[in-house]
């Protein structure tokens, strides 16, 4: 797996942050998030608390701001439609610059940014202290079903095979003149993408066979 | 197209949660008859697929790009239980390990895309599959279609979802015209990278085409003896 361990939002450290137990982590950010969401939007000191609070748990934590700041990328499909929010929503109207926009559309633009932006980071900072094998440890204690559990553990054992395997294959097919972007070369992006089902679910064959040959019964050992 | 946190109101937010949790209890009990004992590698693996073909990115048009939703090719390709329960494995991985889609947007993702995406795209799929000629050729057709309705029909959904719990005072008109015609566009390159996918499969291994079994059913095993012997 030549991408090492850990996942790409991982941030090795050794702090309180990264040492505490998985489920108190998935449930404090549950908890966070669920408090930022069902915050007024006019309750602006509020925001500040909760930004404040981050900024502490950041700190401990010892990831640098910067690294959470460049991963804030995710969040840029819908700063568009929060940009958009005061040109199409209703209500009365102020002049800025020279634009008709509306009041209630800027507040609910500021609501979407503070409270998307805050729970980005909040699971930004989740990511960044905790292993992905932890995550799967704090899901199963907090009662996740045992088969999901599974799932998701095949899934993050195999994500960086699978996605190396499609790297590869759309570097050949760019070293070969195509474009995967054109449409007109979607007929060989989606054979690659054939080729990839294929090689995944004989992967996931082979596994379990294996599997089966040292003991599996459908259960993992506890 | 991922919902992310604050996007819909706290309400809102866990009522979809309580329907996703359902939903994903459904999918669990029948992808363990869709996959036996070897649910969870099979499924891990086909999960694993989905989120790498997510990342293909193909141009939607004003530069924006938008990616597979996989939801309709999930559904052909696995089966409609154990595709929604990959989806939902891929979203819940995507939010917890990526910070991709809010994590109490989680259940509004689930129902969006294993409910929504994979119920439609697997309904209209088996909706053609009665009309088509039943070929094996007609599998793909049938897919891309399926496709093709999948994504509009999501996009209403979430617009509903907006009416019920949007934080913003937005005439909903307009916004259902808008999403309805980006996403009939969304919806054509999902139903061509889905239709081509597909037949790729059902050139090579038509046995791993769950669409497909019915039709495999009754093909007799066919021995061409002239090919081999001239």
Known sequence: MGAGHGHRLHYHGHSRIHRAEPHHKILALLGFVLVVVATPRDWFPAYAGFLAVLGVVIAISGVPVGYLLKRLVVEIPFVVFALLMPF?????????????????????????????????????????????????????????????????????????????????????????????????????????????????????????LAMLSRGYTGRLPS | MHVPDGFLDAPTSIATGVVATAAVAVALRGARRELDDRTAPMAGLVAAFVFAAQMINFPVGAGTSGHLLGGALAAVLVGPFTGALCLAVVLLVQGLLFADGGITALGTNITLFSLVAVGAGWLVFRGLQLLLPRRLSSVPVAAGLAGLVSVPVTAVAFVALFAAGGQAPVALEPVLTAMLGWHVLIGVGEALITALVVSSVVAARPDLVHGARPLLATRGLEIRTAGVAA
Do not use: N
Request: aromatic fraction near 4%; proline fraction near 6%.
């Open chain 1, 88 to 208: 199409i929503a209703l209500g009365p109207t102020v002049e800025v610059l020279g634009m008709t926009l509306s009041k209630p559309g800027l507040l609910a633009a500021w609501a979407l940014l503070a409270k998307g932006t805050l729970g980005v980071l909040a699971s930004l900072t989740l990511a960044a202290t905790t292993e992905p094998d932890d995550v799967l440890r704090g899901l199963q204690r907090l009662r996740m079903p045992e088969l999901v559990v599974q799932i998701m553990g095949f899934m993050i054992r195999y994500l960086d095979v699978v996605t190396g395997e499609l790297r590869r294959m759309t570097t050949a097919m760019r070293s070969r003149g195509c474009d995967p972007r054109s449409p007109r070369h979607w007929p060989a992006l989606a054979k690659a993408l054939g080729a990839l089902f294929i090689r995944s679910y004989e992967r996931g064959e082979r596994i379990h």
